[in-house]
């Protein structure tokens, strides 16, 4: 069975980090693109990061740029978001995606989705 699963979320104070994982299982996803998406209560789902297959592209959402981090390790099927200077309006359930070709359009399309991990920022 082909899976993502996301590990790292918690809470976390204003100004903390976190670093999440996404870990692929089944087959490997080291010639697919990664992205993170994430979702708030109440709000619809919103693109946070994307990397290409060898980790040398990387695309941000003007909302993260300069406190997110995207990278990944093919050896361990594993990407990672690392998320500095933490804000309350960051507070969401986080998901990873993967697809075939590195895409940064606004309606890009994602094969396998992962179940979510919740980072909550307090105040």
């Known amino acids: 069975q082909v899976q993502l699963l996301e590990s790292g979320g918690g809470l976390v104070q204003a100004g903390g980090s976190l670093r999440l994982s996404c870990v692929g299982s089944?087959?490997?996803?080291?010639?697919?693109?990664i992205a993170w998406f994430r979702q708030a209560p109440g709000k619809e789902r919103e693109f946070v990061a994307t990397i290409n297959w060898s980790g040398g592209r990387t695309y941000y959402a003007d909302s993260v740029k300069g406190r997110f981090t995207i990278s990944r390790d093919n050896a361990k099927n594993t990407v990672y978001l690392q998320m500095n200077s933490l804000k309350p309006e960051d507070t969401a359930a986080y998901y990873c995606?993967?697809?075939?070709?590195?895409?940064?359009?606004?309606?890009?399309?994602?094969?396998?989705w992962g179940q979510g991990t919740q980072a909550t920022v307090s105040s």
């Open positions: 089944g087959r490997t996803f080291s010639g697919d693109a």
């Open positions: 995606a993967a697809r075939a070709g590195y895409c940064t359009d606004d309606n890009c399309r994602y094969d396998y």
